[in-house]
């Protein structure tokens, strides 16, 4: 009887209905008018979606379980670690910070453009050193071991990075002036959509979602992100707006002649939950250990991915460059001849 009042709870849980089963047996649907009604309302939608696409998958017999096999383990082993160590790390922040922020803002419409212009300014930074700081990639790496895109990649992260993540988030909104309250109102809305941005090719199978792509960050923006191309390699590092991509010059669309490879450029293998969890720790900690001083060491850890003692760096920003220029290169020889 507990074992299945236990797997009730976890599937309640997991599909996000625990708000809303509350409100039919109370009989309290003035609760759908509140902001709470409103998150009950959306809680459900990425986990139905998922099980949509699992399902069509298996209509078509397209779904393969190695696809869906890792990402769920991950999930399993992170959920009562991480979430606990997170929440823990916000309130904390929150404590520490509130008093040296610039300002005080409020809970009002236009703080929460301004709140949200800054949040996604804290994710920027959050996203990029996980990709530029080799031994805050071996954090972040989890999510982007998996090779292909599916709503499952979502639990696909090590434990330890949504405490950094929130930690770096939190810390930059509270210092400039966003409201607590406000904040994680933008953390929901963030949390959707950072979620959503995963769906799958054969649920929507153009992520540009038409003119919403010049305006948001679309599923194909994060495909790209996703992505092992070198010309794909460490763009589009923000969640709903991309306006910081825009500014650091990140910013990187889908071609339809580059047909995405999903996955991390060095040799892994996706079914080993050690390969997918420990794998860059353990490669880091073999250049560290093999590093002929301390300073070489040291910098294996802070340099991007790729970076080398000897100068032969092989670093995103590397590959991607080498990739613009020879494609120029390739343009410039085709293009015809015009004469005067
Ligand atoms: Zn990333
Ligand atoms: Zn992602």
């Known amino acids: 009887m507990n074992i299945i009042h236990l797997l009730y709870e976890e599937l309640t849980g997991f599909f996000g209905l625990g708000g809303l089963i509350k409100m039919v047996q109370s009989g309290n649907y003035g609760v759908l008018s509140t902001l709470e009604g409103i998150q009950m309302l959306m809680g459900p939608i990425i986990p139905l979606l998922l099980l949509l696409e699992i399902l069509r998958g298996l209509f078509y017999k397209r779904f393969k379980i190695d696809e869906y096999k890792m990402p769920f383990l991950v999930f399993v082993l992170n959920r009562f670690i991480s979430r606990?160590?997170?929440?823990?790390?916000?309130?904390?922040?929150?404590?520490?910070?509130?008093?040296?922020?610039?300002?005080?803002?409020?809970?009002?419409?236009?703080?929460?453009?301004?709140?949200?212009?800054?949040?996604?300014?804290?994710?920027?930074?959050?996203?990029?050193?996980?990709?530029?700081?080799?031994?805050?990639?071996?954090?972040?790496?989890?999510?982007?071991?998996?090779?292909?895109?599916?709503l499952s990649v979502?639990?696909?992260?090590?434990?330890?990075?949504?405490?950094?993540?929130?930690?770096?988030?939190?810390?930059?909104?509270?210092?400039?002036?966003?409201?607590?309250?406000?904040?994680?109102?933008?953390?929901?809305?963030?949390?959707?959509?950072?979620?959503?941005?995963?769906?799958?090719?054969?649920?929507?199978?153009?992520g540009r979602l038409g003119f919403l792509n010049k305006i948001l960050l679309t599923?194909?923006?994060?495909?790209?992100?996703?992505?092992?191309?070198?010309?794909?390699?460490?763009?589009?590092?923000?969640?709903?707006?991309?306006?910081?991509?825009?500014?650091?010059?990140?910013?990187?669309?889908?071609?339809?002649?580059?047909?995405?490879?999903?996955?991390?450029?060095?040799?892994?293998?996706?079914?080993?939950l050690w390969d997918v969890y420990f794998g860059e720790f353990v490669c880091l900690a073999k250049d560290v250990t093999s590093a002929p001083n301390f300073k070489t060491g040291l910098l294996y850890m802070i340099m991007p991915p790729g970076w080398s003692p000897t100068g032969d760096h092989k670093t995103a920003k590397i590959t991607r460059e080498s990739f613009i220029t020879h494609d120029q290169e390739i343009k410039t020889s085709e293009a015809p001849v015009t004469a005067n």
């Open 84 to 150: 606990f160590i997170s929440i823990a790390a916000v309130a904390f922040c929150i404590g520490l910070l509130e008093k040296w922020a610039i300002f005080h803002s409020t809970f009002t419409w236009y703080w929460l453009i301004y709140g949200y212009i800054v949040w996604e300014l804290s994710h920027f930074v959050y996203h990029y050193f996980g990709h530029k700081v080799r031994i805050l990639w071996c954090l972040h790496s989890t999510h982007h071991a998996p090779q292909q895109m599916n």
């Open 154 to 206: 979502n639990f696909a992260h090590f434990f330890l990075e949504a405490p950094y993540a929130d930690v770096v988030r939190t810390s930059i909104c509270i210092l400039l002036g966003v409201n607590p309250a406000l904040l994680f109102f933008i953390m929901f809305i963030d949390g959707f959509w950072g979620s959503f941005i995963h769906i799958g090719e054969n649920v929507i199978k153009d």
């Open 219 to 272: 599923p194909s923006h994060h495909r790209v992100h996703h992505a092992k191309n070198p010309l794909y390699l460490d763009t589009n590092f923000c969640n709903l707006l991309n306006i910081w991509d825009k500014v650091f010059k990140t910013y990187q669309e889908e071609r339809t002649d580059l047909k995405i490879e999903y996955g991390i450029t060095r040799e892994m293998n996706p079914n080993s």
